[in-house]
């Protein structure tokens, strides 16, 4: 009786050894590529706001698509997005908001980044699970990403159309650039 169980504690352990083996691992690092990002992304869920499901997932992919991803988490400003954005000189500036009572803060973020100076410089996304395409065209938002495959394709794609970004990898938008695509 003791055998058995020995034998599948071990393997457990085991297998948690492994998994954090290879889930450490730099984006890249698996199939020896050199770590280049394909631009930066600051992303947040808006202040007044905890939902941060969606967010995280989009971070991740974009993360997994090797773009820099800066995730600063939930409750967060319009100005210390604006404020990191800039520090960090940003390609994009994603925002969640998951409440009709938060969905104001996203308009707050594009005043916010033209107070800074960098609206023109940066390429902003909304999300949420009320957040529409209709709402990204009113408050002057450039994408409107109904989840993270989604946030991959339109992040690429105005990577490619943007005149103020040279596109480091010279990715197209149906390409990945994980190292899953190069594994054969």
């Known amino acids: 009786m003791y055998g058995k169980s020995l ?6 352990i085991l297998g948690i050894v492994i998994s954090q083996l290879v889930f450490s691992m730099p984006v890249g690092a698996c199939c020896g590529q050199e770590n280049k990002s394909v ?10 706001d905890s939902h941060t499901f969606g967010k995280d997932s989009i971070a991740s992919a974009l993360e997994e698509e ?12 319009a100005e210390s997005l604006a404020a990191n954005a800039k520090e960090k000189k940003a390609d994009f500036v994603f925002s969640s908001a998951s409440m ?29 699970s009320l957040v529409t395409q209709a ?27 943007s005149n103020n970004n040279v596109l480091k990898n010279h990715i197209k938008v149906n390409e990945s650039t994980s190292c899953k695509s190069y594994q054969r």
């Open 7 to 12: 034998n599948l504690f071990v393997l457990l």
């Open 135 to 161: 709402w990204a065209d009113q408050i002057g938002a450039d994408i409107y990403t109904a989840g993270s495959a989604d946030a991959v394709s339109k992040a690429k794609s105005s990577l490619l159309k």
């Open 39 to 48: 631009g930066t992304v600051i992303i947040a869920t808006v202040e007044g």
């Open 100 to 128: 009709s009572t938060t969905m104001v803060h996203q308009i707050q973020i594009e005043e916010q980044l033209k107070a800074a100076g960098i609206r023109d410089k940066v390429i902003t996304g909304v999300g949420g």
């Open 66 to 77: 090797g773009f820099e991803v800066i995730n600063l988490g939930n409750g967060i400003s």
